[in-house]
């Protein structure tokens, strides 16, 4: 019987096909760099060919159908609050009105489901699939997989915010037609302002959800169960929104996190009020801070094995 013949060992500092034979001082491979590893088109491209990417997007862009059917059919409703109430009266009179009524009806639940679960699923997802360390053995380095699954989490994020918003003003102005805003504080707006202070609304919310975004990547890098990182998320945004609710709390609700979450009611009148947005944003990014220092110092020093 004949000998198999295997392939020789690798030599460090020799590469085939006429490459370059110099090794590399440090160590790694020759043409290696490590702000070239996983970009962001390459990961966003991973990200959008997902079932639940591309699920969720597809709700947000059937949520205005799916109000508008429910207008159609059941007509108006009691509105559980005075700001309520007046969105709920006016969605029906104009495209404009019933996009906002579409962002107030998605600000509290859905997004903040989709920024947690775009979020959430960036770290534990691939650990759940057990893909994590191969990422870190191609290598890349770990600040720079944090930071470019958040680039691509929040672009999807924001690709949200805005299909719903583009959504819902489309198919409002198609069946109510292209009348002015009536703003929750009584103003009434012409359409092409309407239009600029419906999209500083969506900025807002952009900016005010990191909180969440923050949130959502440290329970990622803490669990390599995705479910938790993003159930997790959603359960303590819904704690805050109850203790909101909590008037023996007093003034220690202005620094819970939710306490601002409609604050881009104000930026629909003729008149902007920034005190309550600037404070919206400014929360937001306080606590968006925070989680993500805890999170960037958990990862350094979480022991990948899966």
């Given amino acids: 019987m004949h000998d198999v013949e295997t392939a020789p060992e690798p030599v460090a500092g020799h590469v085939a096909a006429g490459g370059d034979v110099r090794g590399r001082s440090d160590g790694s491979a020759a043409g290696y760099h490590a702000q070239r590893t996983l970009p962001v088109s390459v990961e966003l491209w991973r990200q959008f060919t997902r079932r639940r990417t591309r699920s969720m997007l597809a709700f947000l862009a059937a949520l205005p159908l799916f109000l508008l059917v429910a207008f159609e059919l059941g007509g108006g409703g009691d509105g559980g609050g005075t700001e309520t109430q007046s969105l709920l009266e006016n969605a029906t009179s104009s495209g404009l009105n019933f996009a906002v009524f579409t962002l107030f009806i998605a600000t509290n639940v859905l997004l903040i489901a989709m920024v947690a679960l775009f979020f959430g699923d960036t770290v534990a997802g691939e650990a759940s699939w057990s893909s994590l360390r191969y990422l870190l053995a191609a290598p890349v380095p770990r600040a720079r997989l944090l930071r470019q699954k958040a680039i691509v989490a929040t672009l999807l994020t924001t690709a949200g915010l805005v299909l719903l918003t583009v959504v819902a003003l489309v198919v409002g102005v198609w069946w109510y037609g292209g009348g002015a805003l009536h703003a929750p504080g009584g103003e009434v707006v012409p359409f092409p302002a309407g239009v600029v202070r419906l999209a500083g609304a ?105």
Avoid: C
């Fill in 202 to 306: 969506v900025v807002y919310l952009a900016v005010h959800l990191m909180w969440i975004a923050g949130l959502a990547l440290w329970l990622s890098v803490s669990t390599d169960a995705p479910l938790g990182a993003v159930g997790g998320t959603v359960v303590v945004a819904i704690g805050s929104q109850i203790l909101d609710e909590a008037t023996a709390l007093g003034e220690l609700r202005r620094y819970l996190p939710t306490h601002h979450s409609t604050a881009w009611f104000d930026l629909l009148g003729n008149e902007v009020a920034w005190a309550a947005p600037a404070g919206g944003i400014f929360a937001g990014m306080a606590y968006a801070t925070v989680f993500v220092l805890l999170a960037l110092y958990r990862f350094h020093r979480k022991d990948i094995t899966s």
